[in-house]
């Protein structure tokens, strides 16, 4: 369901929020403290109403009879002009040290380590799908390699790593069709990846066995190792 929160604060804007009934009103207001943090203004404290009434953190949307696309309002608790400062000044109250005799804000402390939490997931999905690209060389080497047909097999696994990978970004959340069966992706994926290890070592066990079960070196070999090469 869709949420739209506006403020007197901000006349031409509108906050909009993907939400479920089952969310309760903290988890609403997390979300806006990401958008008001986009724009340098998570510092300012606020209460959400709708109809008149006062929206409590524990209780959820479906419990205050909030259906998709309702009209909320952001209140401002304190001045307004001070949501009008300059918005340049983004993330300055992230990188300001607090001393001693100040009061840290627990609720600015969890929104970094959030925000934080969040570009670290954004970057492993991108380094996994670079390196899912970079396998496309080794695929290609295994073409000369005696067990040629395992590039089919390896091509196959490749690119449904990367076709199928969801996307994520710290602004957008999960994006794409793909994004909204993550979780049997990565449970596919595992079982791929097991497999594709297992058959690894089983085609280098047999290069192994081979190299072992060969009459090399023979007695003439080992005598002269000058012909070695030659015979080999």
Not at 105 to 118: K, M, P, R, T, W
Not at 158 to 181: D, E, H, L, Q
């Amino acid at each position: 369901m869709l949420l739209y929160i506006q403020s007197k604060a901000y006349p031409g804007r509108t906050f909009v929020d993907l939400c479920r009934p089952s969310d309760t009103v903290a988890r609403v207001r997390a979300n806006l403290l990401h958008s008001l943090h986009e724009i340098g203004h998570s510092n300012h404290q606020f209460r959400l109403q709708y109809k008149g009434s006062y929206l409590r953190d524990a209780y959820t949307l479906e419990e205050y009879k909030i259906l998709n696309n309702a009209v909320i309002s952001m209140i401002p608790l304190n001045d307004v002009s001070e949501w009008n400062k300059d918005l340049r000044f983004h993330q300055s109250t992230t990188t300001t040290t607090t001393t001693d005799d100040q009061v840290v804000d627990v609720v600015q402390s969890a929104l970094c380590e959030e925000i934080g939490y969040l570009d670290t997931r954004e970057k492993v999905l991108r380094n996994y799908k670079t390196l899912v690209m970079m396998q496309i060389v080794l695929a290609f080497l295994a073409l000369f390699t005696v067990y040629w047909y395992f590039f089919f097999a390896y091509l196959f696994v490749i690119f449904a790593s990367f076709i199928y990978s969801p996307s994520f970004t710290r602004i957008g959340g999960w994006m794409g069709k793909n994004s909204v069966r993550r979780r049997e992706f990565m449970v596919v994926m595992i079982l791929l990846c097991t497999l594709m290890v297992a058959s690894s070592i089983l085609l280098l066990v047999f290069s192994v066995s081979e190299l072992t079960l060969s009459p090399y070196p023979t007695t003439r070999c080992q005598s002269q190792v000058s012909n070695c090469f030659s015979e080999a």
